[in-house]
């Protein structure tokens, strides 16, 4: 049996409201026509899926209507687990050479609402936006809650804006991590300063949903994810293990260097 994929559609509440599975080239009664997704550490998630303009469930298709990609493989004894968790944004309709009209959807992960945010603080502000001989998880997660928490992030604290509530909570410090030294620049993204202090951080970091539409900031020591390169728990990419399609090599010289000046 082939390894498994569906999408379950959730209002803001949290309601189930629709099951989209692959049945066909036109989707079906209840079918998606595409399905992809990317995961990165320190990174937003992002999916894909294409479904025709009149499938039924297209009214359940809104903005920030919660996403799960529900994954299985069943030969290999892996039970149904959300392999992607997110909500909806991105919205485009539009017909194809075919003449069908479609529509394509592009959802988030939690990590998304780290970009609504700007470190809106200037320069020099000691444990704001400058930070000298401390645990990089503390960095972390100051930098979040100083400005995504409305009751820290204030024009009160420094801070240019008090902004509305997103819903994120913040882990408890375990002052985890490398100590490292950190000058934030001027009004900088929040995630992208974040993921600038997790290469030295000694650990990753994500946003998780915690219940209906909340959510909370996380740090890992050590970093996320399982070492899968040895062992009984290796994993290997074949053709013949029908885990791949269409691979690609590029060999590409024309940028090669063969002398650094320093």
């Known amino acids: 049996m082939a390894p498994i994929s569906y999408i379950r559609i959730r209002d803001t509440a949290g309601d189930v409201q629709a099951i989209l599975t692959a049945n066909g080239m036109e989707g079906g009664q209840n079918g998606f026509l595409s399905l992809t997704w990317h995961k990165e550490r320190n990174a937003v998630h992002t999916a894909q899926f294409m479904i025709s303009q009149h499938n039924p469930d297209v009214a359940y298709l809104q903005d920030k209507y919660q996403v799960e990609i529900i994954r299985a493989d069943p030969d290999n004894s892996l039970s149904e687990y959300v392999s992607f968790d ?29 970009t609504w945010r700007r470190i809106a603080y200037p320069p020099n502000k000691n444990n704001y936006t400058l930070f000298t001989s401390v645990a990089a998880e503390t960095v972390l997660k100051r930098l979040v809650k100083y400005n995504c928490d409305p009751s820290f992030a204030t024009t009160g604290n420094g801070r240019d804006r008090t902004p509305n509530s997103i819903n994120l909570t913040i882990e408890t410090d375990a002052s985890g991590g490398e100590t490292i030294n950190w000058a934030v620049g001027g009004r900088t993204r929040l ?11 000694g650990g990753d970091f994500d946003v998780v949903r915690t219940g209906a539409d909340t959510y909370e900031f996380q740090f890992y020591i050590g970093g996320l994810g399982t070492d899968r390169t040895s062992g ?31």
Request: hydrophobic share 45%; proline share 4%; net charge neutral.
């Open 86 to 114: 997110g909500f909806i944004r991105d919205l485009a309709p539009y017909s194809d050479d075919q003449g069908r009209d479609l529509l394509n959807i592009t959802a988030y992960s939690p990590m998304h609402l780290l």
């Open 232 to 262: 009984t728990g290796k994993v290997t990419f074949s053709l013949g293990f029908g885990n791949m399609r269409v691979p690609k090599l590029n060999v590409q010289n024309a940028n090669g260097f063969t002398v650094a000046i320093v």
């Open 191 to 201: 995630l992208d300063e974040l993921t600038k202090i997790a290469y030295v951080a």
